[in-house]
């Protein structure tokens, strides 16, 4: 899915924080679907589907603006900081290998 597919369907689910979770859900969905249908074996492959994603999500951002229905804003590292709360052990790996700069801000 692009990103302005999951922008469609995030306004069309409110622009709220459940539809925010449903998307950054979606996408983790997506990076084990993409794992499989490449084939990926390796610890590197699984870091470049990441970074794919990442790189989703920002677009997934600066298309909504970060806003959310509620006045509030989303953090341009929701991706990441939901991979960090769900499966750590990835999110430290793959911070590693971007050389602990991920959630800097």
Known sequence: MKAKD???RFRAEGSTVQA????????????RDIGKLRHVSTDAGLLSILDEMDQKFQAFFHLTGGALSDGSSMRK???????????????????RQKGGRLLAS
């Open 6 to 8: 999951y922008v469609e």
């Open 20 to 31: 925010l979770a449903a998307v950054i859900g979606d996408m983790f969905v997506e990076v």
């Open 77 to 95: 590292d929701a991706f990441g900081r939901m991979l960090l709360l769900k499966m750590p052990d990835i999110f430290y790996a793959w911070n």
